[in-house]
């Protein structure tokens, strides 16, 4: 079965600008997770969606926002982006009591 | 404070060999707890899970332990080999009220060497 897909792979954008990442999950899979990583804060995580509601979310500021569609796939969105949310950002999708799946990133450079 | 700890420095083993890697963490209410190989560039990949009322889980080459009242988790490769060369990153499912989070540590990098 086809794993977790991450659009687009790489991604460079200025300052101020605005950016949207998009996540399909494995199909039946119907949790998706969002985590930012870099390399001296690992794993963040952002926020989590479940049959389109958010179930949890991260200490992020509010310029970070999702949503997950009735088809489970789920975008995240960045507003006014700054130099520090320079990062890999990865989704993952699970079912209940089981490991996450992740994608392989969307690699985001801000400059 | 609660926080999650993984070995900091790079672990490096000769081929063959046993790799154990700790994951210890403090004041949190666990679950369960999951292990994941990251390679560089990529994905975390999850290998196994483990939940708070089992000592240990198998899985091929790999063994994990978890012991509540230490607060560790230990995960082992056996009879490793240079393809487990990777970072290994520990995540602890604990109880928040009525909410189940999850905590990453930050990896632990492992080279093994023919």
């Known amino acids: 079965k086809a794993g977790v897909t991450q659009t687009p792979r790489y991604l460079i954008k200025t300052r101020g600008q605005q950016v949207t990442l998009s996540c399909s999950p494995i199909?039946?899979?119907?949790?998706v997770s969002w985590y930012q990583q870099t390399p001296g804060q690992g794993l963040q995580f952002l926020f989590e969606?479940?049959?389109?509601?958010?179930?949890n979310k991260g200490n992020f500021p509010g310029r970070f926002s999702g949503r997950q569609f009735s088809n489970s796939r789920s975008e995240m969105n960045v507003s006014t982006l700054e130099l520090g949310d320079s990062a890999l950002y990865l989704c993952?999708?699970?079912?209940?009591?089981?490991?996450?799946?992740f994608g392989s990133g969307t690699r985001l450079t801000v400059v | 404070s609660q926080k999650i700890e993984q070995n900091s420095e790079a672990l490096n083993i000769q081929e063959g060999k046993t790799a154990t890697l700790t994951c210890n963490y403090t004041?949190?209410?666990?679950?369960?707890l999951q292990w994941y190989r990251q390679d560089p560039g990529r994905g975390p990949v999850f290998l196994l899970l483990?939940?708070?009322n089992e000592k240990e889980k198998r899985k091929e080459r790999l063994k994990v332990t978890f012991d509540t009242t230490l607060k560790q988790s230990l995960f082992h490769i056996t009879a490793s080999q240079p393809a487990d060369s990777a970072t290994y990153l520990c995540?602890?499912?604990?109880?928040?009220?009525?909410?189940?989070?999850?905590?990453w540590g930050l990896g632990t990098s492992l080279a093994v060497n023919p």
């Open positions: 199909s039946g899979h119907r949790s």
């Open positions: 993952a999708s699970s079912l209940v009591g089981s490991g996450y799946t």
């Open positions: 995540a602890l499912g604990y109880r928040a009220g009525n909410n189940r989070k999850l905590i």
């Open positions: 969606y479940f049959s389109e509601t958010q179930r």
């Open positions: 483990i939940r708070e």
């Open positions: 004041n949190y209410s666990p679950a369960y």
